[in-house]
């Protein structure tokens, strides 16, 4: 189910359940680049929610394809940044690396600093 009612998603030997989040309402403000709107909802999420929603989005780092998804990476890098998402640094580093020749890293850099 896309709508994220219930989603499994499989990342590793780990496997996480979404139930009461809504994946369709946080891909339409990824794709919106809602970044206001989505610190907004992730506020509202109870602890357990919350760790789900940012292991989403580092997910979502792992799959974007440059540069069709630069605007929507950047939404998720951003987002993750604002909610002190220390657990993003080595993919945001990783896509510094790999595209250090790009014009598409202005905005992992400027995420990174916020972050430790």
């Known amino acids: 189910m896309a709508d994220g009612v219930s989603l499994r998603l499989f990342q590793g030997q780990e496997e996480f359940i979404f139930i009461n989040m809504n994946l369709k309402i946080i891909d339409n403000y990824i794709s ?14 109870s602890v357990q929610e919350q760790q789900k929603f940012i292991r989403y989005f580092i997910d979502k780092l792992n799959h974007y394809q440059m540069p069709e998804d630069n605007l929507k990476r950047n939404t998720v890098v951003l987002v993750l940044a604002e909610l002190k998402c220390n657990e993003a640094v080595p993919v945001i580093i990783n896509f510094i690396q790999k595209e250090a020749e790009s014009s598409y890293i202005g905005t992992l ?3 990174l600093q916020d972050l430790e």
């Open 109 to 111: 850099v400027y995420a």
């Open 32 to 45: 919106d680049n809602k970044i206001q709107e989505l610190i907004a909802y992730f506020e509202i999420l």
